[in-house]
């Protein structure tokens, strides 16, 4: 997008202003590295691109006259593989953080929230946008959303039996599933699910830095796939447009199910072994 480009445009601009000393590009070249934003991998790897395609002819000096630093080795990819940060909740703080509320309205809808993002693994900016115009099917006590998720893609949102019921019990019969306040019709923002699972957090004295709307979508990946869904369940169920993104969302450790190579054991002739002469 536009916006992207703008962001990889400037950070290529402050790193070429922050190294005039060290890389050395001609103006062509120089209005090229603006222009490229999925090059911008790192300046070693820009470098290449351009020559590759004839674009530019670039000159660098990659090592520090008085260090003999290689500056290019310190520059982060854009897409590495890594276990994300953020922590996940195990199912015994999940059962404190989710503990039934007093009947006080803005604690309920703290709860439905919270509750929603872990039962649909839902994004913040996501779950904000349930409403009932966007219901498209209700059946055997639970329901189907169509609505925009992250990258503008419209995609269908399955409410499980459990969850449906207490939506149903307890937000408004029409507009958005989650207000401002009891007479607003204006949905909550991202930042009222932030504060909604920091409150949880309080209430059931957890530490409130492990508690956010994320980890509750690293918890749906990880505890369902211990309860047997499977990574192509769960990557629907999160948007995921990758596979592997959805794996580094599960953080536990499990054993295979089976062994593959059981599956072989056709392939080998299973007659009885014959003696073996002294």
């Known amino acids: ?8 445009e400037n950070k290529v601009a402050a790193f070429i202003e922050a190294n005039r000393g060290k890389l050395i590009v001609e103006d062509s070249a120089y209005a090229a590295l603006l222009g490229v934003s999925k090059a911008l991998l ?15 002819e670039v000159s660098m000096v990659w090592e520090d006259e008085e260090t003999g630093a290689n500056p290019a080795r310190e520059v982060k990819n854009y897409r590495v593989d890594r276990q994300p940060r953020t922590p996940w909740l195990a199912e015994d703080e999940l059962k404190r953080l989710l503990t039934r509320p007093a009947d006080n309205w803005t604690a309920r809808r703290d709860w439905l929230l919270a509750i929603t993002v872990l039962g649909t693994s839902l994004r913040r900016s996501e779950v904000v946008r349930l409403c009932w115009e966007s219901l498209v099917a209700e059946e055997n006590d639970g329901a189907t959303f169509k609505i925009k998720v992250k990258g503008g893609k419209d995609s269908f949102i399955v409410i499980p039996t459990w969850l449906w019921r207490e939506i149903k019990g307890g937000c408004p019969a029409d507009g958005y599933l989650f207000r401002r306040g009891q007479r607003s019709s204006m949905p909550v923002c991202g930042a009222t699910v932030w504060n ?19 980890a509750l979508r690293r918890s749906f990946a990880t505890i369902t796939g211990k309860r047997g869904a499977s ?19 599960d953080h536990a450790v499990r054993l295979p199910t089976h062994v593959a190579g059981e599956l072989l054991a056709d392939l080998v002739d299973a007659s009885p072994a014959l003696p073996v002469e002294p």
């Open 42 to 56: 790192s300046h070693k790897r820009a470098s290449q691109y351009l020559g590759e395609r004839g674009r530019a």
């Open 1 to 8: 997008t536009s916006k992207a480009t703008k962001y990889y």
């Open 196 to 214: 909604a699972v920091k409150r949880l957090a309080a209430r059931a004295e957890l530490d409130a830095a492990r508690c956010t709307p994320h």
């Open 231 to 249: 990574l192509r369940d769960r990557q629907i169920a999160m948007s995921h447009y990758r596979q592997a993104t959805t794996e580094r969302y």
